[in-house]
């Protein structure tokens, strides 16, 4: 009896042991169950793709909301104290990753994350060079350790190059543009350079918010431009219907970087497959959170083109815009 008793003792011992190390385990994976943070600085097409982009890939990896990490969706509605309470947040609330979508996004994020405490991988950025976090070039040891990603510059160039195709007599363009966008700064740069290249005049009418966007439009169209142009800005395009507008009264084609809008006095868009881009993104982001040291990863410009071609504005287009049979 006391043999049967001292077996029994034992065994409950043993198993209140495991028992105990096996809760011990268990709160340790609670612990180490990754938070990982999707930040956007508002809700439209490109962005919204680029985020489709970064799920699909992240599913893919075996990264999905619940199944042992925890993934969480902000967005900042284009309101910057908005975007700078959201960065405050991720640092402190220590997730693990976050991935950011737009330059904006990925400004106000580097900024709250200076001491690096959260992995930090960007997309859908104009030119991350110019964008003050830190990048200084395209090679591994040129970012911070805990700052990597993807840079997606807009056609700019081919975008002109197509419109003096189209119309090999096009003179004057004009553009609204956003100051405070170094996105947009660093588009308008390059059409610039290009319109000198090609014999186009660029005017220019610079904003600061989406309220100033249809005045400054008319304003263009007042001074006779062929086209209006609108390369990447966040504030624009979040407005884009009043570019539409001013182009159809004007009755001259809208040119954008980006084929979400291609609808109305829209002529063609000419961008990147958002879609595409953030999963590219995603894909670097588990890469990342599975040990791929950042010091091995450069900032790469990704552009996987997209052509979206609008026949029907041409019926509202008073000026000889003859699209090549090819498109």
Not at 34 to 59: H, N, Y
Not at 203 to 228: C, D, F, H, K, P
């Amino acid at each position: 009896m006391k043999s049967i008793s001292k077996s029994l003792f034992i065994l409950f011992l043993v198993a209140g042991v495991l028992l105990l190390l096996d809760l011990g385990n268990r709160e340790k994976g609670k612990k180490d169950a990754l938070k990982i943070a999707v930040f956007k600085m508002t809700t439209r097409p490109s962005l919204d793709d680029t985020e489709d982009g970064v799920f699909e890939a992240l599913s893919q990896r075996g990264y999905i909301d619940g199944q042992g990490c925890t993934i969480q969706r902000f967005s900042a509605d284009g309101d910057m104290v908005t975007a700078n309470a959201i960065a405050q947040n991720i640092v402190s609330s220590r997730f693990d990753m976050v991935v950011t979508i737009s330059t904006p996004a990925l400004q106000v994020m580097a900024n709250a994350n200076k001491k690096g405490d959260v992995l930090h991988v960007f997309c859908t950025v104009t030119d991350p060079y110019v964008s003050g976090v830190g990048i200084t070039g395209t090679q591994p040891d040129q970012h911070p350790p805990h700052l990597v990603g993807i840079g997606t510059f807009q056609p700019v160039e081919e975008t002109f190059t197509l419109m003096k195709q189209i119309k090999p007599d096009l003179k004057k363009v004009g553009t609204v543009w956003c100051t405070s966008e170094t996105c947009s700064e660093a588009c308008v740069r390059l059409a610039r350079k290009k319109c000198a290249e090609l014999g186009i005049e660029l005017l220019e009418m610079s904003v600061e918010n989406t309220t100033q966007i249809l005045e400054a439009a008319m304003s263009l169209t007042s001074r006779g431009v062929e086209a209006l142009w609108v390369g990447g800005d966040n504030v624009v395009e979040a407005a884009i219907d009043q570019m539409i507008n001013a182009a159809a009264k004007a009755r001259i084609p809208l040119i954008i970087n980006n084929t979400n809008s291609v609808y109305g006095n829209t002529l063609f868009g000419l961008g990147a497959k958002y879609t595409e881009v953030g999963y590219l993104a995603g894909q670097m982001a588990a890469d990342v959170l599975e040990g791929k040291p950042t010091s091995e990863i450069g900032i790469r410009n990704m552009v996987p083109l997209h052509l979206l071609v609008n026949p029907d504005a041409l019926n509202n287009i008073h000026d000889k815009w003859k699209l090549p049979e090819e498109l």
